[in-house]
């Protein structure tokens, strides 16, 4: 068997291009939807992050406001901000790039954006939404991989399905959209005592790990469906994933390459849900 590959960047492009038709209608209507991205400091990985979120926008018809704030700001200032762009008509969504430098409390930071604009989903009131079944926002990477699953028509009713990693950003919410999909969810993490036979007997595999390449083919069940979420360099320096990819190709019936698979898939999901956030406070007829 040679898995398919799952195609995150061909998947991305027609929901952008969908963003993009439902952008311009509201902007039609007198409002062109917008995105905040609040980042404090100077981290390299944040910076290349930020570009691409406000490129994003700008490709597909979004406006965007990107505030940099200086490595020390204080933390009351920073909250003095974010109450400034949760009255903001202008703004539907608002992102706060994370790592926060150590003096600021992210948490406190998360807390104090809207609900209503907080479109990571990271807000404690979200996350609860999630949980009861009614989310607001999807939590942009584990909504990104359900769309994927989606356009692959990836039976999830009834599918054993293994999420490793246990992160609020990630694993959690992954588990959580899968469950309110119908799948039989497993949730693995760094003390779960025997991580092959969780994932030997599952349909879909999603690993978020942040591990290089430690998902081997001999851990699959065959015909199983791997998602690879990691972000990682190899011994040589080279971004790949927390799928070994050359030895699942052989087991797997799909799985998704790194990159080109759900990293494409983050950004666009941000887009969504920030184009969502304006629909909702401005119905459009036509969308
Ligand atoms: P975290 O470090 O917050 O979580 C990693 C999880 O993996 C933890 O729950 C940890 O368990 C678990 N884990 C660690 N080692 C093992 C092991 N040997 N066996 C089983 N589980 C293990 O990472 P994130 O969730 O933030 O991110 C995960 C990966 O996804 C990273 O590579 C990150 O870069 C990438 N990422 C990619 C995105 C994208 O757009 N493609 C977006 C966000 C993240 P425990 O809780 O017990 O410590």
Redesign the pocket.
């Known amino acids: 068997m040679t898995a398919q590959t799952i195609d995150g960047k061909a998947v991305a492009q027609q929901l952008r291009a969908d963003v993009a038709r439902r952008a311009a209608l509201l902007a039609a209507a007198g409002h062109q939807p917008g995105l905040a991205v609040v980042l404090v400091g100077d981290d390299p990985a944040s910076q290349v992050y930020v570009r691409n979120k406000v490129k994003a926008c700008e490709e597909n018809g979004l406006f965007s406001l990107l505030d940099r704030l200086p490595a020390d700001v204080t933390e009351d200032a920073l909250l003095a901000r974010i109450a400034e762009l949760n009255t903001d008509a202008r703004i539907d969504g608002i992102l706060v790039q994370l790592p926060l430098p150590a003096h600021i409390d992210s948490h406190k930071v998360l807390e104090a954006i809207a609900p209503d604009k907080d479109v990571d989903g990271f807000h404690v009131a979200n996350a609860g939404a999630l949980m009861t079944g009614k989310p607001l926002f999807r939590p942009c990477?584990p909504y990104g991989v359900m769309k994927l699953l989606e356009a692959y028509r990836v039976p999830l009713a009834g599918a054993e399905a293994v999420v490793?990693?246990?992160?609020n950003?990630?694993?959690k919410p992954m588990a959580l959209l899968l469950l309110e999909a119908g799948a039989t969810v497993t949730i693995?993490?760094?003390?779960?005592r025997d991580?092959i036979a969780h994932t030997q007997r599952a349909d879909i595999v999603v690993a978020?790990?942040?591990?290089a390449k430690?998902l081997k083919g001999e851990m699959l069940k065959p015909g199983a469906v791997v998602i690879d979420?990691?972000?990682?360099r190899d011994e040589n320096g080279k971004l790949c994933g927390?799928v070994d990819f050359d030895s699942v190709v052989n087991v797997a019936s799909a799985a998704t390459p790194v990159p080109g698979g759900?990293?494409p898939m983050?950004i666009t999901m941000l887009l969504v849900n920030t184009l969502e956030a304006a629909e909702r406070k401005r119905p459009s007829p036509q969308a």
Do not use: F, P, Q
């Open positions: 990477t490793i990693g246990r992160s950003i990630v694993g693995c993490h760094s003390k779960t991580l978020a790990v942040g591990r430690m979420v990691g972000i990682n927390d759900v990293g983050t």
